[in-house]
């Protein structure tokens, strides 16, 4: 419908500036003209609200902005060119094409590249709500500014609300991808939390897209960690790999570990949750949620750089007791790298692990075996005390997450399949529900097959 909403106000652009050619009118009528077809352009819109994929949402905010001010700046005109009878231009009419062409576009343009995308249906009995603050680690000083301000990790609740007295919930903390977001598999929290967990979505500054610190400042991705990521992980040795790869997870770890630290400690009932930055209506929402939180039940999960490092603090906590990796590369059990070949710790991995990988990464799995190349997630796969693997056919990375459902065109931009997303990610997560019941709850038996297809 987007496409059909742009087509008719450009139909009514053309066939304006067409009549009032031929009319060959004056300012005058020129102007009045203009502020009705602005204002049958508003109409119009107000008219195809009622049809599916037309709404009121920020994929349409710009152009309703848009169209507003059209006709304010229109009828401001016409009472200014009212006496005017001098005879427009044509190259006037032309230039006026040309700028609405180009404003309707730019206006439109998230309705073309979001979609109308408002969740995916919730399964559990329980309802829903969200929550948020800033932990601030004063032992780690913040590496990617020179004011030796401290490092802070923003974590964000997903929680059952509706929650019985006395009700506690495992805890499951999820990290997202490199140049991530906090979001960016909201449907996997909120249909976690639907079943009984407290969920935390944690943000890496400056490894997230963007973030906010406690100044309320917004931080974006640091362009030299982009670019790292870009570059290393296309034409990069082992070497340069193994090198860049151990800063990363230093930091990602490091947030992680303090994440848990801080939220082990709030669930404290003799906690006073001081140390947490929020305001007084947030820092009350957080202790609430801490109070229903069971830190002796806790699940580690996350997407791409994120799962390598659920991987790597879950083999170094005793306190972790299920793990996800969601198509993420193992980089914490690379030690070294020599002779264009990875050095991968061959070591037990004492907690139960479940990993779900993308077709490409499937099939380089399997490559890696036969040739005998040290791939690291190979060695999990052998040492883990319980191991499940699975992956979907023709899925990509990004096909774990939801963004190509919130932004189709961003998710083929970044590697999305040939998939039913929705399919995707109402698997993935019912996935996860399934394997936490089992490892968190010690609820039934987790079973999970060897591939799915990407369509239901």
Same mark, same amino acid.
């Given at each position: ?37 602005? *204002? ?152 976690? *939390?639907? #079943? ?7 943000? #890496? ?39 860049? *790869? ?24 003799? /906690?006073?949750? /001081? ?27 996350? #997407? ?57 990464? #499937? ?54 399949? /040939? ?30 097959? *060897? ?6």
């Amino acid at each position: 419908m987007a496409y059909i909403l742009l087509a008719v106000l450009f139909s009514a652009e053309v066939g304006f500036i067409i009549f009032d050619q031929i009319r060959k009118s004056s300012k005058a009528g020129w102007s009045k003209r203009r502020l009705i077809v602005n *204002a049958g352009q508003a109409v119009l819109f107000a008219l195809m609200l009622a049809f599916p994929g037309i709404d009121t949402s920020f994929r349409f905010k710009g152009l309703m902005i848009l169209l507003a001010v059209r006709i304010v700046f229109a009828a401001l005109f016409a009472f200014i060119n009212r006496k005017k009878d001098i005879a427009k231009k044509t190259s006037g009419r032309i230039v006026s094409l040309i700028l609405s062409i180009i404003l309707i576009s730019g206006a439109m343009m998230p309705a073309f590249i979001f979609a109308d995308y408002d969740g995916l249906p919730l399964n559990g009995p329980y309802k829903v709500d969200t929550c948020n603050a800033i932990l601030v680690d004063e032992n780690r000083t913040e590496t990617f500014e020179n004011d030796g301000s401290f490092r802070e990790v923003p974590v964000y609740f997903f929680y059952p609300s509706d929650a019985g007295e006395g009700e506690r919930f495992p805890l499951v903390v999820f990290s997202h991808g490199a140049f991530g977001y906090y979001q960016s598999n909201v449907s996997t929290y909120m249909e976690l *939390a639907s #079943h009984g967990y407290v969920v935390v979505s944690i943000e #890496h500054p400056y490894h997230s897209f963007f973030t906010k610190d406690t100044d309320g400042k917004i931080i974006i991705v640091d362009s030299g960690f982009m670019n790292s990521v870009m570059t290393t992980g296309q034409e990069g040795t082992e070497e340069e790999i193994f090198e860049v *790869a151990q800063e990363w997870m230093k930091i990602r770890t490091g947030d992680m570990n303090f994440a848990l630290d801080e939220l082990i400690k709030g669930a404290d009932e003799n /906690d006073t949750g /001081d140390y947490w930055f929020a305001d007084d209506i947030a820092k009350a929402d957080t202790l609430k949620v801490l109070g229903m939180t069971d830190t002796e039940r806790i699940g580690l999960m996350g #997407h791409s750089m994120g799962g390598a490092t659920s991987v790597e603090v879950g083999k170094e906590r005793d306190d972790i007791d299920a793990v996800i990796d969601i198509d993420g590369t193992m980089l914490g059990s690379i030690t070294g790298a020599e002779d264009g070949k990875f050095i991968v710790e061959d070591m037990e991995y004492k907690v139960p692990v479940f990993e779900i990988e993308n077709m490409n990464a #499937h099939k380089e799995a399997i490559k890696a075996e036969q040739t005998g190349y040290p791939y690291p997630n190979n060695m999990i796969r052998k040492n883990a005390d319980v191991y499940y693997g699975t992956y979907f056919e023709g899925a990509l990375h990004m096909d774990y997450t939801d963004l190509p459902m919130f932004s189709p065109f961003l998710g083929k931009m970044l590697g999305s399949g /040939d998939v039913d997303n929705a399919y995707v990610m109402n698997t993935v997560n019912s996935l996860a529900v399934s394997f936490f019941d089992c490892y968190l709850k010690g609820e039934g038996q987790f079973s999970v097959e *060897a591939s799915y297809q990407g369509v239901g």
